[in-house]
């Protein structure tokens, strides 16, 4: 069930992370920037170590199959400015789509590219039959990638994820979803 530690589109190479060595380049691209982490569950990354401690969790849960982390690259020179995950449900046919891009790379279709590509190549493994992802009413960019790659909005989730840059509190989401 385990999917391929690289996979190729037009333009980026997604590729399994590698801890530490990844930690410096996570940290410049995106990790430190308040902007890129507006949305996300996390809060920026204080410093390298902080970056490096991140990526050998997310190395472990490879490894343990119940997270598969890419980096986004360029394919023109293998520069690391993102990373997507498919993350394990508490049930074995379906997954949750996540992912970052550091603020340089975004409005050009990058993240539409890497999101596509883990999705299908998810739903492409027997026994998965769903792909799903939440995001913040608010964030309209994130909407449009999810809407772009075929997943269908599906309800509104009240109280469902807490964003720290934004507030202490758990914000209302879009759920969407795309089936086999």
Partial sequence: MRPPEILETPRLLLRKPIAPDDAPLIYDAYAH???????LTWLPHRDREEAERVLDTRVAWWDSETEFSWMITSKAGGTVFGMIAATADSVPWRFSLGYVLG??????????????AVMDTMLGIPGIHRIWAVVDQQNAASI???????????GLLRRWSLHPAISTVPRDCWCYGKVR
Avoid: S
């Fill in 103 to 116: 603020r340089a790379h975004w409005r050009r279709g990058y993240m539409t590219e890497a999101a596509r």
């Fill in 33 to 39: 920037d308040p902007e890129v982490t507006r949305y």
């Fill in 144 to 154: 449009r990638v999810l809407e772009k790659v075929g997943m269908q909005r599906e």
